[in-house]
């Protein structure tokens, strides 16, 4: 595992002290240490963290409403802590975004394989967010394509092909993407209507 930068977040010191000691004897920088869940979200905000590690029961806010914040505003992967393996807890911790979660005490050989899992489910969830949105724009282009087509096809009586075929040589020729091309057409057939 890469070293890491890490916020810890638990309101009692000596589960703070215990985690910063394992992290950064395993050569990971702490770059922050919060005592409650208000705290921990500012931490990830400001020292964009590879990995928050965080207490469920803390004062102010919990450590599983801060984990939503931080798994919605996407700053870093959330690992919880808790003294307690209650169901609901558990329930209430997937639903907040959390990548993984240990029952207190943390052990060394438990800690390090549940960091790999976060930090990994996170980066798959970003590629799948990211591939989410290379489809979307896909679809979009495809869109305005089809438009832009059409409308060359009405205006001078020409097949699909050919009116495909005059987007892609005006987007090479004015070094501009087929996508701005076709919207530039939709657009100007817009205003004349």
Do not use: W
């Not at 004015?174 to 530039?184: F, G, P, Q």
């Amino acid at each position: 595992m890469d070293t890491l930068r890490i916020v810890i977040a638990d309101n009692e010191s000596i589960i703070r002290m215990d985690l910063k000691e394992i992290l950064e004897e395993a050569g990971h920088t702490v770059v922050g240490e919060a005592t409650d869940g208000v705290k921990a979200v500012e931490l990830a905000r400001k020292c964009h963290p590879d990995l928050v590690i965080m207490d469920i029961k803390m004062p102010e806010m919990d450590g599983i409403t801060a984990a939503k914040i931080i798994s919605n505003e996407k700053l870093a992967p959330v690992l919880l802590l808790t003294a307690f393996s209650q169901k609901e807890i558990v329930e209430k911790a997937k639903d907040s975004g959390v990548l993984a979660y240990l029952v207190k005490p943390v052990k060394e050989a438990n800690l390090f394989p549940a960091m790999e899992i976060a930090l990994s489910r996170f980066k798959e969830f970003a590629e799948l967010e990211r591939e989410l949105e290379e489809v979307k724009n896909s679809l979009e282009t495809r869109k305005i394509l089809d438009r832009a087509k059409g409308i060359l096809m009405d205006a001078y009586s020409l097949s699909e092909t050919e009116a495909y075929r005059r987007i892609q040589q005006y987007s090479m020729s004015k070094r501009k993407s087929i996508r701005d091309v076709a919207a530039a057409i939709v657009e100007s057939a817009t205003r004349k209507r």
